[in-house]
Each structure stands twice: as C-alpha cells, then as structure tokens.
C-alpha cells in the first residue's frame, strides 16, 4: 500500500485529489495539509511513503517545504503538483530535492500513475520541465562530459533514461544492486550533475537516447 500525503491550500482540488487516490487499491492518503508549514509536519510525522505539494502555498512555500522535510528526513520522496511551468518555480523545486514535477492539468489517473513510478524510483517530468532542463544544462564548446563514462557506466546511463529502477538495471545487466548504485554514483561525478533526474536530462539532451 502507497502511503501519501496531500499539500495544496486549495480544498476542492485538495478533496478531488484525495477522493481519487483513495479509490484506488493500491493508495492509502494519511495525510492532508492546507499550506507548507503543515505539510512538513504531516510528512515528518506520518513518514509516508510519498508526499504529494503544491508549490505556491501560503506560510510556506512547496519549495521551502520540501526543503525542510528534505533536511529532517533525507529520504522523502517528494512529488510536486503545481500550475506554474516558471523557471523560478521549477528550479528551485528540482534543486530542494523534489523528485517528480507534474501540473494540475495532468489527469487524475496520470497523477496516480506517476506516484507509482516515483515510489519505485523513476523521476517523472512534465515534457516542458525536461525541455527547460536540457536548455540550462547545455555548456556550449565544451568537450563532452560522458566521453568520461565506462563502457558500463554508458549502459547504466541509457537504462536510467529509460525510467528503470537500480533493481531493474540489475537484473538487466546481472550486476548486484550496490555495483549498480556505484555506477550511478560514478555517472552523477563524472557528468557533474546532482542527482538522477539530471543525469537523464543530459543524456537526452547529448542525443544519447
């Protein structure tokens, strides 16, 4: 059972989102908040298994929030659901940690769905966030970063852009899981990016996938 937690100040939303990830088999919502400063205490309290913020809510923001439940609790999962494509919105929340960014105009099924792969692992973008991060982590005349990459490593690189999952890459390549986190690891260093999420974003943007 997915445990969640809902932040969003605005109550019908907030009610028809839980309404429908309730009705589902595989979803329990623990928790609803109606702005940050609540939100981190839902999330820090009830430990659930993802946490579902708006970005633009008062007392504290979706960002601060994320940021804060982040420092207590490094491995929260943190999704963010939001009407703003901003660049000053969508940074920030990648940067504080958020795994997942999905606006609200995303279907009620497309939310649960991406719950499911974030849980599992798998970051999920809107198509206009990942396009606004290939643009900023373009570095013109300069050599290519993963030229750096083992052969591995390159293998490794191209599962995650395909949504898999350490597990999954594992039992791909028959590696054990801790060989597969020391490549990632290794992919993050030489790539010069900070997590996963980025990690993919290059290898698309390099026209490696």
Known sequence: MIRIVVADDHEMVRIGVVAYLSA????EVVGEAADGVEAVEKALALRPDIVLLDNVMPNMTGVEAATDILKQWPEAKIMMVTSFLDDDKVYPALEAGAVSYLLKTSNAKQIADAIRRTVNGESVLEPEVTAKMMQR????????LHDELTEREMEVLLL?????TNQHIADELFIGIK?????????????DVQDRTQAVV?????GLV
């Open 24 to 27: 589902q088999a595989d979803m």
């Open 137 to 144: 982590l373009r570095r013109p005349n300069t050599t290519a």
């Open 160 to 164: 995650l852009a395909q949504g898999k």
């Open 179 to 191: 060989t597969v986190k020391t490549h990632v690891s290794n992919i993050l260093s030489k790539l």
């Open 202 to 206: 290059y290898a698309f943007q390099q």
